[in-house]
């Protein structure tokens, strides 16, 4: 079991290294992230420990610091135990620390360090998934994680990140997902160009989720377009998904707006898109 250190400093060697991975830069130099809140820590500790692997090792994925307040391991003591018996060094720190580590208006008094989990394009095509969810030129952290959350819920086997798109790991999309981050392989950086060949030569059907397409959703059921397998390509917040996506895809649909308002934000359209396939695939 590890130690028990009490950190109050905010010079603390350990607490500095920590907040610089708020910033992307020493995220992707480190390969580790945070994840804040009781939910979070859970799901870390449930991809596994980087100190209960075989030698010392690190497992992808795996909790490799918690930092706790006092208050915080009152209310969850089971979590704090579970870390200290997988070996994780565990530092009990004053509101103050906990108030510079956290990116939340209210910390919740649990804050993890996490190893990347991150997995190449080639290990998550490989089961030969039915359901992938790919994020392309999307920016906004929250919308990213809620679309990750929902890709969970809805059985897609991969999210895939391309390198237009924001950070996974941003501390934003890591609360968005609310824990899914560490559910489903997630693939971050690769360009488009690459990905699709790779998705099509997986045999899956490439749609793109884009109010200019000809098809809608409605259509896309009927004709019996998502009960194949299915890659589903969700764009920018505000501008959706450029020409030179939409001219390589296989088909572009948009989700049938039957009431009076202009469009759905990408997380809704998401969701209707996913669960559209999730059970067209299981009908069939």
Request: net charge negative.
């Amino acid at each position: 079991m590890a130690g028990r250190d009490e950190l109050t400093s905010l010079r603390s060697p350990r607490v500095k290294a920590a907040r610089r991975l708020a910033k992307r830069a020493f995220r992707h130099r480190e390969r580790r992230f945070l994840a804040e809140g009781p939910q979070a820590v859970r799901e870390a500790l449930a991809a596994g420990a980087v100190g209960r692997s075989h030698g010392g090792e690190t497992r992808p994925g795996g909790l490799a610091e918690l930092f706790t307040t006092a208050e915080a391991e009152s209310r969850h003591p089971e979590l704090v135990t579970a870390a200290e018996q997988a070996g994780v060094p565990v530092s009990r720190v004053s509101g103050e620390v906990m108030a510079e580590l956290a990116q939340t208006v209210t910390p919740q008094g649990l804050l993890a360090v996490c190893e990347f989990i991150d997995v190449p394009l080639g290990t998550a095509l490989e089961s030969r998934p039915r359901l992938v969810t790919v994020l392309a030129h999307v920016r906004d952290p929250g919308n990213a994680g809620t679309v990750l959350r929902t890709a969970d819920a809805a059985g897609s086997e991969s999210v895939v990140f391309t390198d237009a798109s924001v950070d996974p790991y941003n501390g934003k999309c890591v609360r968005a997902s609310a824990g899914s981050l560490f559910h489903l392989p997630v693939v971050v950086g690769p360009r488009f160009e690459t990905l699709i060949a790779d998705l099509k030569q997986a045999g899956l059907t490439v749609l793109a989720a884009d109010g200019a397409g000809k098809r809608t959703l409605d259509e896309a059921i009927d004709d019996g377009l998502l009960a194949e397998p299915t890659a589903w390509v969700f764009g920018n917040e505000a501008w959706g998904l450029p020409d030179e996506i939409l001219r390589h895809v296989d088909d572009v649909v948009r989700v049938p707006i039957y009431g009076r308002a202009e469009s759905l934000n990408l997380a809704t359209a998401a969701a209707v898109c996913l669960y559209a396939s999730a059970r067209a695939q299981r009908a069939s």
